[in-house]
């Protein structure tokens, strides 16, 4: 039997990696390295490499299976399909569009995506978001408004121009592994690297200078260090007058941040945070790089807006090496909100209030009544089924009671529905609350495009078939449209994707036949466009072309150490996991590497508790309380505890609390109490 | 040519270990060890020139062959004294010794072409050059790191 090598994109972080898998005789039994792919060089992380341990696993869900009573029965795709399409007809008939919501999944294709916020809104619905709201929803709103454009404004190898790198909240060396060779070959080019971290991360071990910043307190030394670039003159005046709006504002606003201001509040010495202002504004090229530690606050947006100032007023934007990177959490979270499966966008960006996006939908899709507006997100979905706003749910690929803040709160919400359709590849602690389940295919056994962090937009091709009865989501969502009396008639991703070519701008030639082994950076508006790896070169997408200085104050967390609770809880990813864990734990080669759920305590606090190394402790908050083990660390500050979210219960403890604008839960910061299981 | 570990360079994320047992059938030859959440080291056979454990092995399992250190596992008893025997505790056994084979006869080791960081190498001179390399930008530079 042949055995053959086929490329496809690695199905983890969204740095976006050549994964070739091996097949003999129609099993993946091996991974080959891809010395040529333009950002992982062959290079994989411990994911990538345990992730044929995901397609051979004997979790796989691989058959339809509905609840009746408490048991799951194995039903038939025909009868699931007709259900599925009945429930949902029904809950429009009775209830309205608004009563349905939709989560499509940030691990699947661009197309898979596209057809699922189509279905949502050609049924009338506007109630469609992914989990983009779960970690970068700030990043949208906040960099739309100062730059006009939300994506990474240079791709990931552009790093290793930069003179002086800063990062902040991100702990990509565990995260996004594979970018660490970009930062090594800047540092061997003589770059400062400069990371803000409440912990010491294996990324802060990269720093040239380390910023312990307590949790939730960014603004501050963001605002502290524009205020410094100021008062000391390394502003780009040039650039602040020829591409700029609102600098007087800001430097007005800044009046009360000095540095010694900072240091109280952030806990970082002001001489540290001179060092770190002067080596961003004053090298020839300074990039930012940041991810969750910025966006999963209350402030969210606010921090956001923060860096595109301080980027705004040194002129680092539009040029090699410079640039505001946020780096994605998942594979396909850059195309999920590209293919407008948001809130408050249609495909490309288009905003949902305005009445030319419908319009123009309404002409491209021929449908009628397509809702204006911004509809609900994935959290307020959530708080709709617990007050009977949503009535009828279908999930694609995400595991909301683990991966949404506060999950007795959404466990709750679910189990009101009046149905519930989870679509994934294993059984989740969603689709346990679940009416029916449908078996879909993983990235491997299915093709299309996944768009990486850079927004590399690269064609992924089917490995292997799909186990047993499951079907690839494309299918699947085609089969549910087609049952709800719309015409969803795609022979595959390439005629999706030919049709996203036509709807979407920015993927305008971005064509099957152009996708070769490297991808093309969006936005490509033409078929002889070579890409735009590099934004914002001439002018920002704002109406006017410039960007957009918009001042912040900063703002306490909404949750504040209390007697009760004297802890910060801050969470986090560990390098061999990935979000709620339903691949990784799974893994074995990963799951034995970090089988248990752990508190990193420092040494100081643990000894004043009486809690030794590697013992069970009960981490509480106002909401829950989940054990783990204790690891006594120095990595993290006295006051402050870190747990990895990987393993259901750690999102019991955290908090609900949200961002106002963009909606996203302060995943970051809780006010939490660790004791003694005694 | 052995596998040469840039320590500064490592960020402990264990893809070559997940790599390594995945090519060796679940036997992985390359442990990472953490040290005080500061740094951590891959460890794995250095393929000594003057290697104790094929000095030791009397089956003739270990034997040096040019620049590595090469294993027949058909000869091996799992006696584990090649354990014992390594200085820098890479060897192990159950009932067959397990040490870095170099992936022979691939090109590269899997450890090598799967690191995120580039930390390790199969040049015995990458990491010195690094370092050259770094000191002589400093010279240049007025004794100072460049901003």
């Given at each position: ?9 690695c199905?983890y972080c ?8 091996t097949?003999?005789r ?34 796989r ?20 399909l007709d259900?599925?399409?009945q ?7 009775d209830w ?9 999944s ?16 050609t ?5 469609v ?29 552009d790093?290793?121009?930069?003179r ?12 996004h ?17 400069i ?7 294996p ?16 603004v ?16 780009d005046?040039?650039f602040?007058?020829a591409?700029t ?19 109280g ?27 969750m530690g ?15 100032n ?13 640039g505001?990177?946020p780096l ?11 293919m ?28 009628q ?22 009535k ?12 949404e803040?506060?999950?007795?709160h959404?466990k ?9 359709v ?11 609350l ?7 295919a ?26 047993g ?7 699947i969502?085609?089969?549910v449209?087609?049952?709800?009396g ?19 701008p ?12 490297t991808?093309?950076?969006w936005?490509c ?7 735009t ?15 957009r ?8 967390p909404a949750?504040g ?11 986090g ?19 034995e ?23 069970m ?25 870190f747990?990895?979210?990987h393993?259901p219960?750690?999102n019991?403890?955290?908090s ?7 909606g ?11 004791a003694r299981?005694? | ?5 840039d320590?500064?360079?490592c960020?402990?994320c264990k893809?070559c ?15 990472v ?9 891959p ?29 027949d ?18 060897i ?10 170099l ?7 899997s ?28 010279s ?8």
């Open positions: 039997m042949p055995r053959s090598t086929v490329s496809t994109v199905p969204a740095v976006g990696c050549g994964l070739q898998i097949t003999e129609g099993v993946a039994t091996g991974i080959e390295y891809n010395p040529q792919h333009p950002v992982s060089h062959g290079a994989l992380c411990p994911k990538g490499n345990a992730s044929l341990e995901v397609i051979n696993n004997k979790d869900l691989t058959f339809p299976m509905k609840k009746v009573g408490d048991i799951w029965a194995r039903i038939s795709w025909e009868e699931a259900l599925v399409g429930r949902l007809s029904k809950a429009l008939r309205g569009p608004e009563s349905l919501g939709f989560l499509a940030s691990k699947c294709t661009n197309e898979e995506n596209y057809l699922i916020e189509k279905l949502a809104r049924i009338g619905s506007r109630n978001d992914n989990c983009a709201r779960l970690c970068h929803a700030p990043s949208v709103v906040g960099l739309n408004r100062s730059l006009g454009a939300a994506g990474m404004t240079n791709p990931i190898p790093l290793a121009n930069s002086c790198i800063f990062i902040i909240g991100s702990n990509l060396a565990e995260n592994p594979v970018i660490t060779q970009w930062i090594h070959r800047a540092k061997d080019a003589g770059a400062v690297v990371v803000a971290d409440p912990r010491y991360t990324t802060a071990w990269l720093a040239d200078i380390f910023l312990q910043i307590r949790p939730g307190t960014d501050a030394l963001l605002n502290a260090m524009a205020r410094l670039i100021i008062d000391e003159g390394w502003i005046e040039k602040i007058a591409r709006t609102g600098y007087t504002g800001l430097v007005e606003a800044l009046k009360g941040c000095s540095a010694e201001w900072a240091e509040i952030c806990g970082i010495p002001a001489q540290r945070i001179f060092q770190s202002a002067e080596a961003y504004a004053l090298s020839p090229a300074s990039s930012i790089v940041y991810s910025i966006t999963q606050h209350t402030t969210g947006t606010d921090n956001v807006q923060a860096l595109a301080l980027a705004l007023i040194c002129g680092q934007l539009g040029r090699e090496g410079t505001v990177l994605r959490g998942q594979n396909n979270v850059q195309g999920a909100c590209d407008g499966a948001l809130a408050e966008f249609y495909p490309g960006y288009r905003p949902a209030d305005d009445p030319a996006t419908v319009e123009s939908f309404s002409m491209a899709w021929d449908a009544s397509l809702p204006l507006g911004r509809g609900l997100t994935a959290p307020e979905m959530i708080d709709g089924a617990n007050d009977g706003r949503i009828a749910m279908y999930i694609v690929g995400e595991d909301p009671v683990n991966s803040s506060n999950s007795r959404v709750e919400a679910l189990s009101s529905l009046e149905f519930l989870v679509q994934d590849i294993f059984m989740t602690s969603t689709s346990q679940a009416d029916l389940v449908l078996p879909a993983c990235w491997a056994e299915k093709e299309g495009t996944f768009t990486s962090t850079e927004r590399r937009v690269q064609w992924t091709n089917l490995a292997v078939r799909p186990p009865e499951a079907r690839s989501d494309l299918w969502v085609c089969e449209a087609n049952r709800m719309l015409n969803f008639d795609y022979a595959g991703a390439e005629e999706v994707l030919s049709e996203i070519n036509r709807t979407v920015a993927y305008r030639g971005v064509t099957r036949s152009r996708l070769n082994a991808g093309i950076i936005p508006p033409n078929q002889d466009h070579p890409g790896p590099i934004l914002h070169i001439e002018a920002f997408k704002t109406m006017d072309g410039r960007g200085i918009l001042p912040v104050s900063f703002r306490h949750e150490p209390s007697d009760e609770f004297p802890f910060t809880l801050t969470t990813r560990i390098a061999v996991h990935h979000n709620a864990g339903s691949m990784t734990r799974r893994s074995p080669s990963l799951a590497r970090e089988p248990e759920p752990f508190a990193e305590i420092n040494p100081m606090d643990a000894r004043r508790l009486g809690i030794s190394q590697g013992e402790v009960n981490v509480t908050t106002a909401r829950g309380m989940m054990e783990a083990l204790a690891r006594i660390s120095e990595r993290v500050p006295s006051g402050v505890v747990m990895p979210f393993f219960g750690a019991i403890l955290t609900g609390a949200r961002d106002e604008v963009a996203i839960p302060e995943f970051k910061v809780a006010a939490c109490n660790i299981r005694d | 040519m052995p596998v040469y570990v320590v500064l360079r960020i402990g893809a270990e997940v790599a390594c047992k995945r090519e060796h059938n679940g036997k992985p030859h390359i442990a060890l953490p040290a005080e959440g500061r740094a951590a080291v460890l794995l056979c250095h393929h000594c020139k003057d290697a104790t454990c094929a000095l030791v092995c009397y089956s003739g399992a270990l034997t040096t062959d040019g620049d590595r250190v090469s294993f596992a058909a000869k091996c008893t799992g006696c584990g004294i090649c354990a014992l025997a390594c200085p820098f505790g890479v192990w056994s159950d009932k067959l010794a397990h040490k870095c084979d992936c022979y006869p691939a090109e590269l080791p450890c090598v072409a799967t690191c995120p960081a580039q930390a390790l190498s199969t040049d015995y001179d990458v990491v010195s050059r690094r370092v050259r390399y770094k000191a002589a930008q400093a240049v530079i007025e004794g100072k790191r460049s901003i």
